[in-house]
């Protein structure tokens, strides 16, 4: 006899799933979610094969929200399923690669639809692994169970409760996989009305045109002891974050960064959907990391913590080989020396010496912490919670020049579509925004932009104005 294979899913109980499987007794058993699944009565017989790409009958038993469904195929059965539905996935994402895309909107809309695909696909892989490597042993015992000395009896057993199945219910129809992808097909080819808005973009967006930053322009300008600039200016100057001092990047700031950070995040996830983010931002921490090292990160020069770069006046020891050189310059040298380290200053010349030759080539916490003053511990205690507050903070900036990198056509394109609509009348903005959301729409703009390399003012009709 078959034995289950069971995938429990978080919320479902085993005793509710044993109430059908005695009546499936020998049949495969999964739980999950149902896409597109809506069974008006709980424990009802429903044919899901219309709404999902299983092609065999189902029956459902509703708990919450969660749905747990019966298969009737076994483990190998769901190899087959699962490599025809790969070949036929595979093949899906070539004819969508290879259909033109005239517009922006197809381009993303095209995008879209192959990540899904492309998901789904690396879905079936992972369950055809998991059936491969055949932890739990059902694999095996379901091929020794069909080439064992019974395998009439098992043949005759499987046969006799599909007969039961469908004599209980005669009306079950059974899609084949490929009704899905031909439909598939046709949707590509004549895309719908709601086909063709896949992902939501605000107007000013123009999906995917553009980019709407009026809410971090609001919010920079409200930033203490910024300058006051223009929508069109910032968008020139947004991620030149390198500009600004040190000092002003407080909390405010902060929030501002991540602000902008999670909006370009999202809207880049929209536009380029195929793009690896995760491979991206761990790129761009590996050379954070290294250049803020090295302190040649922008805007972050690197700050004098070390023993032998100080405030004050501080003394290059680097020209000194013994202590008792450093003795030669005298008292009232050595105890300056020693002040700009935070070091103690008394004792006889000797003393002094020795205790400033001792920080030569050593970072200021690889000291012998008696050397310091009583305030130094409280002071470096400090320091280094803000030296961690501005790495944060330098991180995310980091992020943001590359996501400002990936959206630079996005960006480029703002800055004129707010130019030409700056010089237009009211009148002309408003027939300008019926063309724009017109089905016929197009992205014949992006490809006629002005030849303006002096950066002359445009006209309404974004033209050079001479």
């Not at 020998?26 to 017989?45: L, M, S, W, Y």
């Amino acid at each position: 006899m078959w034995r289950m294979r069971e995938r429990w899913q978080e919320g479902i109980s085993k005793t509710n799933l044993k109430k059908v499987v005695p009546f499936f007794r020998g049949f495969t058993v999964r739980a999950g979610n149902v896409r597109n699944t809506q069974p008006e009565v709980d424990g009802t017989p429903y044919c899901l094969n219309e709404h999902c790409r299983a092609p065999h009958p189902y029956i459902i038993l509703k708990k919450t929200t969660n749905l747990i469904f019966v298969s009737m195929e076994t483990l190998l059965e769901q190899q087959r399923r699962y490599h025809e539905e790969g070949d036929r996935l595979t093949d899906a994402m070539g004819k969508e690669m290879i259909h033109p895309s005239k517009t922006q909107r197809e381009q993303i809309n095209s995008d879209h639809r192959l990540k899904q695909l492309l998901d789904r696909s690396m879905e079936c892989a992972t369950e055809l692994k998991d059936l491969y490597e055949d932890k739990d042993g059902l694999r095996k015992e379901e091929v020794q169970a069909l080439s064992g000395p019974n395998e009439f009896a098992e043949f005759y057993s499987r046969l006799k409760n599909l007969k039961e199945f469908h004599r209980t219910h005669p009306n079950e129809i059974s899609v084949p996989m490929s009704t899905e992808f031909e439909e598939l097909d046709k949707a590509r080819e004549k895309p719908s009305d709601d086909m063709q808005t896949l992902i939501d973009f605000t107007d000013e967006e123009g999906y995917g045109k553009y980019l709407d930053l009026h809410e971090f322009h609001n919010m920079f300008i409200n930033l203490k002891g910024m300058d006051k600039i223009d929508y069109i200016s910032y968008l020139s100057t947004f991620d030149q974050l390198f500009d600004i001092p040190k000092d002003r990047k407080n909390a405010a700031y902060k929030e501002y960064v991540l602000s902008m950070l999670e909006y370009l995040q999202l809207y880049t996830q929209k536009v380029k959907p195929l793009l690896d983010l995760h491979e991206e931002m761990e790129t761009v921490h590996k050379d954070f990391d290294e250049q803020w090292k090295d302190g040649n990160f922008p805007g972050w020069p690197k700050e004098a913590t070390g023993a032998l770069i100080r405030a004050g006046a501080h003394l290059d020891l680097s020209a000194f080989s013994s202590w008792e050189e450093l003795a030669s310059l005298g008292l009232d040298r050595l105890k300056s020396a020693l002040m700009a380290l935070g070091l103690k200053c008394g004792g006889t010349l000797e003393e002094r010496a020795q205790r400033l030759f001792m920080t030569k080539g050593k970072h200021l916490r690889e000291l012998d912490p008696s050397m310091f003053t009583k305030t130094k511990p409280s002071k470096t205690s400090s320091k280094s919670r803000d030296a961690e507050r501005q790495k944060e903070i330098a991180i995310f900036e980091a992020q943001l020049y590359r996501f400002v990198e990936i959206l630079s056509e996005q960006r480029a394109a703002t800055r004129e579509n707010v130019q030409r609509k700056q010089a237009r009348t009211g009148e002309e903005r408003e027939e300008s925004d019926e063309e724009h959301f017109s089905e016929d729409d197009s992205d014949d703009d992006d490809d006629d932009v002005p030849y303006n390399p002096k950066n002359l003012p445009l006209g309404w009709d974004g033209k050079v104005i001479n």
